[in-house]
């Protein structure tokens, strides 16, 4: 009965059913119990006339209307009632409609009136009350705390209003046993918690007798929602290290030995110790490692891919490191080569602009095995790129690249590579345990030495042409600057005019031939993107003028300093990756936030966190904290956080506890085969078809 399409519901047919499945994705019964309201309103008790004081919120009374009239002129006017019950009376006030009202409602029958109490010169009123016949079962107020559902404009123009949605539940239970929500959680984890069974909280959340049910509905439909997540991430993550088999990396040979004695530019981190002592922990079992590796900007991730690179080389194995964007991966092969010109290794660049006979002689390489770090953007995917034995593949800022593109690297060897994704934007642990439950996280928490802390300001319009003085102080020592400004999908025609005329105005600051700018936005051709940023890089022009494009990747040491305009406008998240474009030489670097004079309270937050600390992961979980965690990087497209109840940050005692349930369960009985486990995994089995979970990692 669950899937019975939702215009099968006495009360909605065809119209209301497309109408409900466009607006709020309710294609079935089932959608509609998992419906949930976000509030209820207390109509359970009835209160006396005689007891109102005036302070109260809102109030329900049983009585009569003795006396009815319009008072007042022209748009003043009004229809005034007097109520009464056997202890007093009331007025019962209506502005707008009072004609219908006037029209529709009868002296001398029973009403149960529920509103908002007021005063008005010094007597107490309802306005616009709530009126309803008086039934034998209303006749001491409601049984149940009446719901209040979400609903839109389009779906109360056609009658659906919150109260109507309302009543559709209300005639779904009615008719569903409760034998047909069938329970999904083993008994032993429902007795251990006190979580009320199934089918009881999905009656009780839409009609509760009181807000402790309610309360106790909502905690066990969390439990069960975080708790199947994670039941799927872990079964992932156990199939994985079980099913997958690995190459075995057996050695720490020469070339590692070599560069880590006599090349390295700088001692290691304890981080980066740590972290390359878990990848070479993973690489030994005959496992395939999955990896995922965040550390801030600048904490030295780099050198840990090209130790783990070494160490595949060691083996017998070639490695590749994967990256966005051109610029990127240019950047890496340059930094690479450099660190490696006096080692016996090879290292080729493949991007998209590498063409005829150089393609060709790369190709070569990397198929008989001369090259043995291949770094470059998606063209590695690409058929034509055969390894000879490929160990290791890296992957750089990971939610750039599409879950099936990452999958395209697992098939060029016959058994797949390791796998070391890395990412600058930090997640919240909460969110790692969620997201990327399946991978294996490390974390660089430490910054490598000599590296001065951004210094970081807040400045308004007002301070612009300081602002300006404090940037061409910065440029006469030979540094460089960035100026960025939002570009937003929805306004991007306002935002690439105000672009132009932020550029004119820097033009105008920064006059030629002394100062030379580049400008870099999404509407350049490709070619012209590349060139001016190039131009960047090597020093030709002071100044880069640019939109968000510029977020993940450009490394220019001499750069110290970044002015973001329009801040408010910016996730912390993406403010903190900006901000990681300067920073990289041993100058000190500056960081201002340019925002108009008025800001609300969530950009003064935001302007706040950044000014007060550098660390990534304190900006990430206040960026989830005041975004919630839907709009983290790439846990949108993964569609993982689709939880109708749970809130990951504000429930996490209750995520603790469904982590470990379901760690321990499956430590017990993997493939679900124990009776107690029966309801499980005929659970999981009729979701199979709607999710993506084994796409994730």
């Known amino acids: 009965m669950l899937s019975n399409p939702i215009e099968y519901l006495k009360g909605v047919g065809p119209q209301k059913g497309e109408l409900l499945r466009k607006e709020l994705s309710i294609h079935t019964f089932g959608d509609l119990i998992q419906y949930f309201p976000f509030r209820y309103v207390d109509k359970t008790k009835i209160d006396k006339i005689s007891a109102i004081s005036g302070y109260e919120d809102f109030v329900q009374i049983r009585g009569r209307i003795m006396h009815m009239e319009v008072v007042g002129e022209n748009r003043g006017k009004r229809l005034v009632a007097t109520f009464r019950d056997e202890t007093g009376i009331i007025e019962l006030v209506w502005f707008q409609g009072w004609q219908w009202m006037q029209k529709s409602l009868q002296q001398n029958v029973t009403y149960l009136v529920y509103g908002r109490v007021s005063t008005f010169n010094s007597n107490i009123q309802i306005a616009h009350p709530e009126m309803d016949l008086v039934t034998e079962e209303t006749a001491t107020g409601k049984q149940f705390l009446e719901p209040v559902y979400y609903t839109t404009e389009k779906l109360k123009a056609r009658g659906l209003t919150a109260k109507a949605i309302g009543k559709l539940t209300q005639n779904l239970l009615q008719q569903l046993s409760p034998l047909e929500i069938r329970e999904n959680i083993p008994l032993e984890i429902l007795n251990q ?26 905690r066990r439909l969390k439990f069960e929602e975080l708790f199947i997540a994670q039941i799927r991430i872990c079964r992932l993550k156990i199939k994985r290290q079980k099913a997958s088999q690995g190459y075995t990396f057996g050695a720490v040979g020469e070339h590692f030995t070599n560069f880590y004695n006599h090349h390295l530019p700088f001692e290691l981190t304890g981080a980066q110790k740590r972290v390359l002592k878990e990848i070479r922990q993973d690489t030994m079992h005959g496992r395939q490692m999955n990896r995922l590796l965040q550390g801030d900007v600048g904490s030295g991730k780099t050198m840990v891919a090209l130790l783990t690179a070494l160490l595949a080389i060691d083996n017998g194995f070639q490695a590749c490191l994967m990256a966005p964007t051109e610029i ?26 590498i063409k005829g006979k150089a393609r060709k002689q790369i190709l070569a390489g990397v198929k008989e095995g001369s090259i043995h770090l291949l770094v470059g953007t998606h063209a590695l995917l690409e058929k034509e790129v055969d390894f000879q034995n490929l160990g290791m593949a890296i992957i750089d800022e990971q939610h750039r690249f599409g879950v099936a593109q990452r999958a395209r690297l697992w098939e ?3 058994i797949p590579p390791h796998v070391l994704v890395m990412t600058a934007t930090p997640i919240p642990r909460t969110l790692a345990m969620t997201v990327y439950g399946d991978l294996d996280v490390s974390v660089i928490d430490e910054m490598p030495p000599g590296r001065k802390p951004i210094t970081t300001v807040h400045r308004t319009e007002f301070q612009r042409p300081s602002v300006m003085d404090f940037i061409r102080g910065e440029l006469k020592k030979g540094r460089q600057a960035y100026i960025v400004y939002p570009l937003i999908e929805d306004s991007e025609k306002m935002d690439y005019e105000n672009l132009m005329k932020g550029y004119e105005e820097v033009k105008a600051f920064f006059p030629e031939p002394q100062y030379y700018i580049s400008m870099v936005h999404g509407r350049q051709p490709q070619e012209m993107k590349e060139t001016n940023m190039q131009r960047f890089v090597s020093g030709d022009t002071q100044i880069m003028v640019a ?96 939880f109708k109840l749970a ?13 470990v349930s379901a760690e321990k369960l499956l430590d017990k009985d993997m493939d679900l085969v124990l009776p107690e486990n029966q309801g499980l995994r005929d659970f999981l089995a009729s979701q199979r078809s709607k999710s993506v979970w084994s796409k994730i990692s």
Request: net charge neutral; charged share 25%.
């Open 412 to 414: 060029k060897n016959n």
């Open 328 to 353: 990127l991966s240019q950047q890496h092969y340059k930094g690479l080569s450099e660190l490696l010109a006096d080692m016996p290794v090879k290292v080729a660049l493949l991007t998209g602009s």
């Open 647 to 659: 809130d990951i940050l504000a429930d996490k005692p209750i995520l603790d506890a469904a982590r």
């Open 547 to 642: 939109t968000t494009v510029i977020e993940v990747g450009v490394n220019v040491p001499n750069a110290s300093v970044m002015v973001i305009e329009s801040t408010e406008r910016f996730g912390l998240s993406q403010l903190h990756q900006l901000r990681g474009r300067v920073g990289r030489g041993a100058e000190q670097s500056y960081c201002i936030l340019m925002t108009g004079n008025k800001l609300s309270k969530d950009s003064k937050e935001r302007i706040n966190v950044m000014v007060q600390t550098n660390d990534g992961f304190i900006i990430s979980e206040k960026d989830m904290e005041l975004r919630g965690p839907g709009d983290i990087e790439g846990t949108r497209q993964s569609g993982v956080l689709d």
């Open 193 to 218: 918690y006190r979580l009320m069974p199934r089918s009881m909280a999905f009656f009780k959340i839409h009609l509760p007798g009181n807000e402790e049910e309610a309360k106790q509905a909502q």
